[in-house]
């Protein structure tokens, strides 16, 4: 950029050079004015009687002359017409105010430029920043991981079905990670009877934590640490009666995620899950004798012992971390 001062100057020159009248200021040549008694050729012409005699005549002391008045060839500017140098002087701080705005216009192209610069470096440099800060969370945040097992049985009361289940909570980053919970809830399907898309309700349990305006009480968890929390959630009586309407056994899912948050960060995180709970395949007298399915959860027979309990993932894309 140090080149482009030098060049605003010539530019500006050449633009002040360009409007400058092509017709250059005349030259007065000035011509000394003879003295008096002289002609054209030299000669002295014959004086005059009267010439003569006023020769003789008494004359006062004539006035002073400056040099200038007595010796005109003294002062050449002096036969000048004033009105001309005027004219001269006019023409030449035209020609200086045309420079002084061409250097400033080209100056104040050189300054949009240097600016453009400057903007498209700070942008360059908060790019960087932000990729550099990207890198350093990723690579330093932490991360919770959780492994879900039966925690307990499974008990009808007067609210409905009871399930328990343990969270295993593991964390597998760099950092610690604050305020951590589990949030979730058990819902069942009607089989064959409604469509049931398990993700939405994972995702309202999910998405109505974000709102929440301050972190919710939680574990802190360190590097490498694992931590173990048991929470039972309930399939409320009515929603039984409502899919036993249609078919008399109930397959229930519980959903939700973990949310935590960092300590060099705001905001949340979230690992999700989704778990289908089932009874084992062992063979049971009841399920036999009623040519039931072993593994399906039939509310008339009553409470499951949790090892009569497994637990899997389900088909549907629940696991997931941000």
């Not at 009874?279 to 036999?288: H, N, Q, S």
């Amino acid at each position: 950029m140090r080149w482009l001062l030098p060049l605003a100057a010539i530019l500006a020159l050449a633009f002040g050079a360009s409007v400058v009248d092509r017709n250059p200021i005349p030259l007065r040549v000035l011509h000394q004015q003879e003295p008096d008694g002289h002609n054209q050729a030299g000669g002295q012409e014959p004086e005059s009687k009267d010439h003569k005699n006023a020769a003789k005549l008494p004359t006062s002391n004539p006035p002073l002359l400056s040099a200038t008045q007595t010796n005109p060839s003294a002062n050449p500017d002096a036969s000048q017409n004033p009105q001309d140098e005027t004219k001269w002087t006019d023409k030449v701080q035209a020609y200086m105010a045309v420079a002084i705005a061409g250097f400033t216009l080209v100056l104040a192209i050189v300054s949009g430029v240097q600016l453009s610069h400057i903007g498209a470096t700070a942008r360059a440099a908060m790019q960087a920043n932000k990729l550099t800060r990207d890198i350093f969370v990723s690579t330093e945040r932490p991360w919770v991981k959780v492994d879900i097992v039966v925690g307990g049985p499974l008990t009808y009361d007067v609210n409905g079905a009871n399930i328990t289940l343990t969270y295993r909570l593991t964390n597998v980053g760099s950092s610690p990670a604050t305020n951590v919970w589990v949030h979730c809830k058990v819902v069942a399907p009607a089989p064959g009877v409604e469509m049931f898309k398990v993700e939405e309700h994972q995702m309202e349990v999910c998405n109505r934590v974000k709102t929440y305006t301050w972190l919710s009480p939680g574990y802190v968890i360190f590097p490498e640490d694992t931590i173990e929390t048991t929470i039972s959630v309930i399939l409320m009586h009515p929603e039984i009666k409502r899919i036993t309407q249609y078919v008399p056994f109930i397959m229930p899912t519980v959903v939700g995620c973990v949310d935590y948050g960092f300590v060099f960060e705001t905001g949340r995180h979230q690992t999700g899950f989704i778990v289908d709970v089932r009874r084992t395949d062992r063979p049971r007298p009841e399920a036999i004798a009623k040519k039931r399915s072993p593994s399906s959860i039939w509310p008339d027979e009553g409470d499951i012992s949790a090892a009569d309990l497994s637990l899997s993932r389900s088909f549907v894309s629940g696991f997931q971390a941000d």
